[in-house]
């Protein structure tokens, strides 16, 4: 006899920062009303609600031998089909307008599947773009996860059967991935240096994402495995400590001893205070806040600091263990120059000396220690220019706190609203009068146009002219 599948909570949300790996903007959830079981689908744009939903209720129906009775959402229009509807039986629930607590079961569930996000990009030290790779592992991992509701998982209760989870790996953790039997070589490396991201639907694999290239896989792709050494202590981005950080303990206790290493930075402590030594992970260490007196503690506060300099060439950057991260803010600072027609390849007249070139590397940090983001600013040796020869005037694009200031109080007094905002890549957008003339920059060097310059028909951060801006 043919079960009745009750309702179903569904919820369409967007990440309004980067697209994911497959340029995926959206994310829609089915979840079981019975089970609280829950199934995530990344979309291109919100009109494929409707069709997600179409495969989640055939692939549902046919494996459980239940029929879905009534699907709930908000009032958003990609489910708009009545026909459709009419013609399964299904009944489309809508909530009143601006009363989300009526679908409170997908509203909650997408805000933890984004809150554990941001949690694991923020703690990885993975980029925005992995958004998608990891809102799947949040829903894998919730569904293997009881809740309030049930001591079992919702797994348990959908699939009849307790979940193993002896294979779960952190995310973003590094790998090495043994290549398949075809692609490997008798001589040479036989993996590859891939970073986790998540695990592969309907298989029991994991997927990586390839960090260094050879002859058989490409640097920047997907590849699917099961044969893979994982090292849960690596990341990306930094060392994970083996403690957690920003750790306190309230309990006293009489352990005394100094923990050891190598750090020799500590602040000015305060009174009844004292600075245990840090111990050195790798590019981390850890720093202790102790209160108490010297045989008696009665707190003692952690703390994690990267220590790992800034590269300042680009030979540094290939040879940092994060290149592929400063390779992905190198590319974003080039295709916007490029996006702009900064500049032309030409050949240097007699009698010109081309200007150098540099990188401004920088990692931009969180409050609590960790990696936030990945800069990289390409600027031209203007310091080599000749006031009165090269140049005439400078100017420099940068708002006086006095007129930030009286913006703000417009603000208040007119009851406006402010919103804030960060551009990635910035532009001068001042054009030149002057031919200037650039090398070009290492790393990306035009085969066969070695002794060709840059010639400059826009500003670069760095050159003393900008008179049309």
């Known amino acids: 006899m043919t079960k009745t599948h009750h309702l179903i909570h569904s919820d369409l949300c967007d990440f309004h920062a980067t697209p994911s790996l497959g340029n995926k903007k959206y994310v829609v959830t089915f979840i079981d009303d019975a089970f609280r079981y829950c199934y995530v689908y990344l979309l291109y744009s919100k009109d494929e609600a409707l069709d997600k939903f179409k495969i989640y209720k055939q692939q549902v129906e046919l494996h459980k031998n239940e029929l879905i009775k009534v699907l709930r959402t908000d009032r958003g229009g990609e489910y708009y089909d009545p026909v459709y509807f009419e013609s399964t039986g299904i009944i489309h629930q809508t909530i009143a307008p601006y009363t989300p607590q009526q679908n409170g079961v997908a509203e909650r569930k997408n805000r933890t599947l984004k809150e554990m996000v941001n949690s694991m990009l923020s703690y990885s030290g993975l980029s925005e773009g992995f958004w998608g790779e990891a809102m799947l592992t ?27 989870l002896s294979y779960l790996k952190v995310l973003d953790c590094r790998a090495v991935v043994r290549l398949t039997e075809p692609k490997r070589k008798t001589l040479g490396e036989r993996g590859v240096d891939c970073i986790f991201i998540r695990y592969a639907e309907h298989s029991k694999a994991y997927r990586f994402y390839v960090l260094e290239s050879n002859d058989s896989v490409s640097v920047n792709t997907m ?21 957690m950080i920003h750790q306190s303990s309230s309990k006293r206790t009489n352990e005394a001893e100094d923990v050891s290493g190598g750090a020799s930075y500590v602040p000015e402590p305060r009174k009844n205070t004292r600075v245990r030594k840090a111990k050195s992970f790798g590019y981390d260490f850890q720093l202790y806040l102790v209160e108490g007196i010297r045989n008696e503690t009665i707190s003692q506060h952690q703390y994690c600091f990267n220590i790992e300099k800034d590269p300042k060439t680009f030979s540094e950057v290939m040879a940092s263990r994060d290149v592929h991260f400063w390779k992905e803010a190198i590319q974003d600072e080039i295709d916007s120059i490029l996006h702009n027609n900064t500049w032309v390849l030409s050949d240097l007249p007699p009698g010109c000396k081309a200007l150098g070139c540099k990188w401004i590397l920088k990692r931009k940090m969180k409050v609590d220690g960790t990696i936030d983001k990945y ?95």
């Open 138 to 164: 949040a829903c894998y991992i919730l569904n293997r996860t009881p809740n309030k509701r049930s001591k079992n998982t919702p797994y348990e209760l959908w699939r009849k059967r307790v979940p193993n």
């Open 223 to 243: 590849i699917e495995s099961r044969d893979a050494v994982f090292d849960e202590e690596r990341f990306t981005s930094i060392p994970r400590p083996r403690d």
């Open 375 to 469: 800069k990289a600013r390409f600027v031209i040796e203007g310091f080599r220019q000749k006031e009165g020869i090269d140049f005439f005037d400078t100017y420099a694009p940068v708002a006086r706190i006095s007129t930030i200031r009286l913006l703000l109080a417009l603000a208040v007094i007119h009851n406006l609203v402010i919103h804030q905002m960060d551009v990635k890549t910035a532009f001068l957008n001042g054009d030149l009068d002057e031919e200037i003339y650039m090398k070009q920059p290492k790393g990306f060097v035009i085969p066969g146009n070695e002794h060709k310059v840059y010639k400059l028909k826009k500003s670069l951060y760095g050159l003393k002219q900008a008179p049309n801006q």
